[in-house]
């Protein structure tokens, strides 16, 4: 029977709600729920029926999840005080690494990641992506993806496995729009179309002047537009000559800047009015929509609808990705296109396949 590792990072994805682009130096009292924690709790709900020996750590790190799931059968083989830092998803990978975990399953972002990665667990782990910046090459496309992956294993129908990379990216410099990252270590992870292979790339933008003018040729009077993260984007805001926000969404109307670095809730009072959101993919990875843009959220994309998304991307990272994944909780219930044309020079655009 597969002994599965069950490890939860409370903290992680709590940012978004503050605004801000990752959650490591947030603590356990300052979120106002724990996002990974809930998810964990339904991921669990979703796999009740598969066989396998359970461990997982005390209280918000696990237990919680199997407790609101019902699932009874579960070992506790970490316990920890406190507030739940770093140290804790390290020592508690360690203590399930000697109680002869199989297989770890964590939910979180690369923060959690690195701790893993520090800990030295070595056998197969499934990243479940629910942290704030999730850039590392170790996480299911989706939590629905996950569950998939899971139960592939757990029946013993994933054979092959490969080292995928975990990355370092300084939250104070990204914040501050740095976005270089770093190969920080490796974790061991099923090959499966279901795991993100690649980690954030950096592309050339090329064309970014020429797509920036088409849009800014194109701008409609008393129309907002949400400029979102990543540099071509923010070529809209330099051709105006406007400041901008490089890891934000700015509001641009009338060719003029109202607002930078727009918050969720923000986002969604000036989507009652007739809105444009200008997005571009993440280099390497593909997603349009769930990682790096989490201040989109259900409730906005329903007011503004996919018709009012306007995709941009250099030719260059278009020819490396499959097409353009969208890992938006609660997405199930939105419009949900096959494809979507994206604009990578002026006036020149691509349709692109749509993953959910």
Known sequence: MLKVAFLVNPIAGCGQFFNLKGSDTLHLKDCPRSISLEKAAEFLEEVKDIEAEFMTASEKMGEEAFRKSGMEKFRIVYTYSGDCRSADTINASKSMMKEGADLLVFFGGDGTARDIVDSGFSNPVIGVPLGTKMFSSVFAISISRAV?????????????????????????????????????????????????????????????????????????????????????????????????????????????????????????EISDHDTRIVLSPIGGQGFLLGRGNKQLTTRILAKVGFKNIIVVSSEEKLQSLKGLYIDIWGSESLERPKFVKVLFSYGRFKLMRVIF
């Open 148 to 268: 998939q992956l899971f139960r592939s294993m757990a029946e013993g129908h994933q054979q092959d496995f490969v080292n995928a990379d975990v990355v370092d990216l300084n939250e104070k410099a990204y914040e501050s729009g740095e976005i270089g990252v770093s190969t920080y270590g490796t974790l061991f992870v099923p090959k499966s179309e279901f795991i993100m292979s690649e980690s954030k790339a950096e592309y050339p933008a090329s064309s970014s002047e020429a797509i920036a003018q088409y849009i800014i040729d194109g701008m409609q009077d008393e129309v907002n537009y949400l400029i979102g993260p990543g540099s071509t984007c923010k070529t809209i805001n330099s051709l105006l000559n406007l400041d901008s926000s490089l890891l934000g969404f700015d509001l641009v109307r009338n060719r003029k800047l109202l607002a930078k670095d727009l918050s969720e809730e923000q986002i969604n």
